[in-house]
């Protein structure tokens, strides 16, 4: 019984394919398990940004520092960050002062523009959802709208933007 020319390269091929798909599994469990064990070693909380250290802003005016102080209790304790409608307008109106001076006071002493501020508190909270336990069974798009964003699109690309993983990547890496 002769073995044809056909036959013995698709033996080769299906070989090849073989091997070379047991490559791609392995690289890839080797890749999860070195993301995993980097955010280990960062103790996994809020593993892309400090928080924003408002205390530590040398102010020039006494006014500017008051706006601070002021932004300060807005984000950490009221998380204003939370809803989807805040804009820099809608806060500085809430706050009582013009839009140019919020905006002004976000550039200069957190030397990012209000959207960058803004969506920094997003994804740090969009962080601690993704790894906590008790959002384990929340989809994507419920935590995207508890962060402060429309719908699953916006945190999808904007956590992308900030991580480099998808929202999905990042918490099958983190294992919940």
Same mark, same amino acid.
């Not at 957190?110 to 969009?126: C, G, V």
């Given at each position: 019984m002769?073995?044809?020319v056909?036959?013995?390269?698709f033996l080769v091929?299906?070989?090849a394919a073989v091997v070379f798909l047991g490559l791609f599994v392995r690289s890839r469990r080797l890749y999860k398990n070195l993301?995993? $064990?980097n955010l280990q070693e960062?103790?996994?909380? &809020?593993?892309?940004?400090?928080?924003?250290?408002f205390a530590g802003v040398k102010t020039e005016s006494g006014q500017d520092q008051v706006i601070i102080r002021q932004l300060q209790t807005?984000?950490?304790?009221?998380k204003i960050y939370l809803s989807p409608d805040l804009t820099v307008g809608s806060l500085a109106r809430d706050m009582g002062i013009a839009r140019g001076?919020?905006?002004?006071?976000?550039?200069h002493y957190?030397? $990012?523009?209000?959207?960058?501020?803004?969506?920094? &508190?997003?994804?740090?909270?969009?962080l601690h959802l993704l790894t906590d336990a008790a959002s384990r069974n929340w989809t994507l798009e419920v935590i995207g709208e508890k962060c402060g964003y429309r719908n699953r699109q916006l945190f999808h690309s904007a956590f992308k933007k900030e991580t480099g993983l998808t929202p999905n990547r990042f918490r099958k890496i983190a294992g919940m």
């Open positions: 002769l073995v044809s056909w036959q013995i390269s091929s299906l070989v993301l995993k $064990k960062q103790n996994f909380v &809020y593993p892309l940004y400090d928080k924003v250290d807005l984000f950490e304790t009221d001076t919020l905006s002004r006071i976000v550039n957190f030397h $990012k523009n209000f959207p960058a501020l803004l969506n920094q &508190y997003r994804i740090n909270e969009s």
